[in-house]
């Protein structure tokens, strides 16, 4: 299987966004689509995109940030998000999609890349001890209505 890891660009919207929503299906797709722009030109986000016989498979979004959960370096790379066609996952894509987004944190002078996920994702967890992240402490989120 001969994938491709490139930089997304505008033209790639439309599969990007689809795939956000197969991340955050319960998300607005006003909200899922408010930042794409900014994010294309930023110089603290990057998307790649996993292509595959030339159809786009898989995304992932990446950010520098100042802070990461359990991390001791300043900033770290943090990935957003990443979405893998449910037909092609444990082929290695994630693999080449975290590569992707490690390296081009590590130019942006990152020594650390964090991530986050639902606690009850154990997909998620079991892909991310996969790829050699190791889960640093669990967090409960609370809301009151004032």
Known sequence: MDIVIRRAVQADKHDWFRMRKGIWPEAPDEYLDFDMDDILVSETDAVFFAILEGQPVGMIEARIREYGEGCETS????IEGWFVQDDLRGKG???ALTGAA???AREKGC????SDTWLDNEASI?????????EVERLVHFVKQL
């Open 93 to 95: 894509i994630a693999g």
């Open 126 to 134: 079991r892909a991310h001890a996969k790829l050699g992240y190791h």
């Open 111 to 114: 020594s650390e890349m964090a």
């Open 102 to 104: 490690e390296n081009w």
């Open 75 to 78: 900033p770290v790379g943090y």
